[in-house]
């Protein structure tokens, strides 16, 4: 990951200042961001709400005793499958139309589930 190029006594923002940028007013709460780390962009990403919390499980295939798929899908036709391979411990990967670009169905990539692009959900999301 980039390390940053101001010393660590030098912020372009005051403790006040952020702690008031990290303040919701409207529901008088202090707020927080999670952020997830993309190893490929070598960049952190924003972790939305709809990446994962609104998908529903349409199919589930365990094609070998160490291997399953996943298939999720949301209201809005997004989708994502996840590989769970418990070979040499358990790895967990997604594909989705990020890592997939030809495949903008659901259909077509639950098809394809084995042939598809998987990476980590930072590469993924």
């Not at 990446?51 to 589930?60: F, K, Q, R």
Request: aromatic fraction near 12%; proline fraction near 5%.
């Amino acid at each position: 990951m980039a390390q940053p190029t101001k010393p660590t006594h030098s912020t372009k923002y005051s403790n006040q200042n952020i702690a008031n940028l990290g303040f919701d007013t409207d529901f008088n709460v202090p707020t927080t961001e999670l952020l997830s780390y993309d190893p490929i962009g070598d960049v952190l990403k924003r972790v939305t709400t709809n990446a994962m919390g609104e998908y529903i499980t349409n199919d589930v295939a365990e094609p070998s005793a160490t291997l399953t798929y996943v298939g999720k899908e949301d209201a809005d036709g997004d989708w994502y499958i996840q590989s769970i391979d418990t070979t040499s411990g358990t790895s967990i990967r997604f594909a989705t139309e990020t890592n997939n670009p030809t495949y903008t169905t659901y259909a077509t990539a639950w098809a394809d589930r084995a042939t598809l692009t998987y990476g980590t959900y930072g590469s993924a999301f």
